[in-house]
């Protein structure tokens, strides 16, 4: 017999809300820090497509293993080049595998955030016991690296399993980013306690924006900006823009200066809040309203 799943009690932010010191716009880097199980590849490869019926493909393969060995460094020299601090998305099989790289990009004041196990194990996929212990086993060895564990989580893919939100809630987690429904955070309320869902954006996303349109660079740079300036120019809202940066894709040297002029750009600017979705979530959990 199948378990009724609890849908949580919503908690929206305050209409008023406005980041620090009045700003309007937030903008977070997300450095995708990603391994896969050794008996899959990236569902995506220079080559356009994977072959096809469950057949091993060993370019997609050594395609992923890019991000993990090279660009997810290239990526995170250029953050920490620009004074930036980034989410960085990383699954339990790096914090395994590359502990003390992990552990450096913690001690430098970048947001180490749990993204599952490996990115092919998603959480709609997997059996309750099977999320549940994805979580655990990622969280302790994150914390094991790093020596924190992960106050933030976002599942492979952005995609929770009916019931992850509530399990991350059980395993200690302030925030998750695995929600698109909204422009600012909100609180949820299980029976087991609260959370903030922080949603993402997906319009600057690198991974669909290369391999799936077809874009280039340097459209990735001009779509960002030509998205900020418009948004200014509209009557004030209060937003987050997510720029998303994967090892295997954007941590190339023909993409990852995008990256570069972007950090830089904003890195220049004081009317941006470059932030984390860490400081988010802290952020909205101060300005509710007493007894909210």
Not at 89 to 98: K, L, P, R, W
Not at 130 to 141: N, V
Not at 183 to 211: C, K, S, W
Not at 247 to 263: F, Q, S, T
Request: aromatic share 8%.
């Amino acid at each position: 017999m199948t378990t009724p799943r609890i849908y949580p009690e919503i908690v929206r932010s305050p209409a008023d809300l406005c980041w620090p010191d009045g700003r309007r716009i937030a903008v977070v880097f997300n450095i995708a820090y990603e391994m896969w199980t050794p008996d899959a590849t990236s569902g995506v490869g220079p080559m356009g497509n994977v072959l096809a019926n469950g057949i091993f493909d060993p370019n997609a393969e050594s395609y992923g293993r890019y991000n993990a060995t090279v660009g997810t460094q290239r990526l995170m020299r250029i953050m920490e080049r620009h004074g930036i601090s980034a989410n960085v998305m990383t699954s339990g099989m790096v914090a395994a595998h590359d502990p003390d790289q992990l552990g450096q990009y913690a001690a430098a004041g970048h947001e180490i955030v749990g993204h599952g196990y490996a990115q092919n194990l998603l959480c709609p996929t997997l059996s309750p016991a099977q999320d549940d212990s994805l979580i655990r086993d990622s969280s302790d060895l994150i914390a094991k690296a790093t020596g924190a564990r992960p106050t933030g989580w976002i599942s492979p893919r952005v995609t929770s399993g009916p019931d992850t939100q509530r399990r991350l809630v059980q395993h200690g987690y302030a925030w998750h980013g695995d929600v698109l429904d909204d422009d600012l955070p909100y609180l949820q309320r299980f029976p087991e306690g609260e959370i903030v869902a922080v949603p993402m954006t997906i319009d600057f996303n690198d991974l669909p924006h290369a391999m799936r349109f077809g874009r280039t660079p340097r459209q990735f740079v001009d779509m960002f900006f030509e998205a900020l300036d418009a948004i200014i120019a509209q009557p004030a809202e209060t937003v987050i823009l997510d720029i998303f940066a994967h090892g295997h894709c954007y941590g190339r040297p023909a993409a990852a200066w995008a990256i570069d002029e972007m950090a830089r750009r904003c890195a220049a600017r004081d009317d941006l809040w470059i932030t984390t979705r860490g400081a988010i979530a802290s952020h909205f959990r101060a300005a509710m309203p007493s007894g909210a």
